[in-house]
């Protein structure tokens, strides 16, 4: 099982966006990505860290993971408690669960921001 910190980062909301994720596995670090999107909302960057944790996830064989993100809505739309109605968030809902289908266990959690500063820093440092 490993614990995957994610966070999406738009100045402007559309605006420059960026992604961070913070991977670990038994106190150690197993994987980050920091990345900047181009143009977009801090909703298409929260779903995009998501499916970047997911992928990378994938690629390394770890199939049993614990996704923690600070955006509330995108962990209710993901678990099913909020539907997803933005026409530009429903692909993107699409394929997370897509690619979570491929996973032995998966669980998402929202945590508050301040115990997600380590994918908020990768996220800070693509827009950079």
Same mark, same amino acid.
Request: charged share 25%.
């Given at each position: ?6 966070? /999406? ?10 992604? /961070? ?5 038994? /106190?150690?670090?197993?994987? %980050? ?6 143009? /977009? %909302? ?5 779903? %995009? ?9 994938i690629e390394n064989k770890f199939l049993d993971v614990e996704i923690f993100m600070d955006s509330e809505l995108v962990v ?27 996973f032995h266990s998966i669980k998402l959690t929202h945590i508050p921001r301040e115990k997600n500063k380590n994918a908020d %820093? ?7």
């Amino acid at each position: 099982m490993i614990s995957i910190y994610c966070d /999406g980062a738009s100045k402007g909301n559309p605006g420059p966006a960026s992604i /961070g994720v913070y991977a670990v596995q038994d /106190g150690k670090e197993v994987f %980050t990505i920091s990345e900047a999107l181009g143009n /977009g %909302t801090n909703n298409f960057a929260e779903w %995009t860290s998501l499916i970047q944790a997911l992928k990378k996830s994938i690629e390394n064989k770890f199939l049993d993971v614990e996704i923690f993100m600070d955006s509330e809505l995108v962990v209710r739309q993901f678990n099913g408690v909020y539907k997803t109605k933005h026409p530009d968030l429903i692909p993107l809902k699409q394929e997370a669960m897509k690619l979570a289908a491929q996973f032995h266990s998966i669980k998402l959690t929202h945590i508050p921001r301040e115990k997600n500063k380590n994918a908020d %820093t990768l996220a800070n440092k693509a827009l950079q």
